[in-house]
T-cell receptor, first 113, second 114 residues
């Protein structure tokens, strides 16, 4: 069965510093991978997704992620953190059966001024 | 604009009461989902439906019920059998197959037992 591990339930960075949120997955089939962002008391918003093709995927708000099959990873990065990036981030992988996505436990990003 | 509407935003339930959370979408999506979110536990799947008049239990279906009489609507009832219902509930929808296109989420309903 598919699974997702997000390393670090909380990550803290200074404003202007690199953001790196880690996601490792397991899948018995070629995966589709997603990153979502959630602001307090709101739903999840799609940041970016990998389906096929180029392994470096660019998303909204300056975020990007790279699919590395050999490392079963899909880490999310942003070169320079902004205060507005403070939120919870979820990695997800396509489910093996049906239409379901499997979500990681989430990483809360804190941005310090 | 197309999207998913969840109502109400905040809901309070007394012990022993059933309550129904509304989820409506105008995206013409086939599949719909209900998730429960608790601090530090990520998203847990309650029920999902891939077509009208059909739905499947997720990982934590006990104490919940759903219906899918229309493509646009997927209401969730939290019954008195759910012993710890206080949580944030998220509804989502997807074009079938959802694993390629991802999900679109509503803005959530926060349920509190008083």
């Amino acid at each position: 069965a598919q699974s997702v591990t997000q390393l670090g339930s909380h990550v803290s960075v200074s404003e202007g510093a690199l953001v790196l949120l880690r996601c490792n997955y397991s899948s018995s089939v070629p995966p589709y991978l997603f990153w979502y962002v959630q602001y307090p008391n709101q739903g999840l918003q799609l940041l970016l997704k990998y389906t096929t093709g180029a392994t470096l995927v660019k998303g909204i708000n300056g975020f990007e992620a790279e699919f590395k099959k050999s490392e079963t990873s899909f880490h999310l990065t942003k070169p320079s953190a902004h205060m507005s990036d403070a939120a919870e981030y979820f990695c997800a992988v396509s489910g093996e059966y049906g239409n379901k996505l499997v979500f990681g436990a989430g990483t809360i990003l804190r941005v310090k001024s | 604009d197309g999207g998913i509407t969840q109502s109400p935003k905040y809901l309070f339930r007394k012990e022993g009461q059933n309550v129904t959370l509304s989820c409506e979408q105008n995206l013409n999506h086939d599949a719909m989902y209900w998730y429960r979110q608790d601090p530090g536990q990520g998203l847990r799947l309650i029920y999902y439906s891939q077509i009208v008049n059909d739905f499947q239990k997720g990982d934590i279906a006990e104490g919940y019920s759903v219906s899918r009489e229309k493509k646009e609507s997927f209401p969730l009832t939290v019954t008195s059998a759910q012993k710890n219902p206080t949580a944030f509930y998220l509804c989502a929808s997807s074009i079938s197959p959802g694993q390629i296109y991802g999900y679109t989420f509503g803005s959530g309903t926060r349920l509190t037992v008083v």
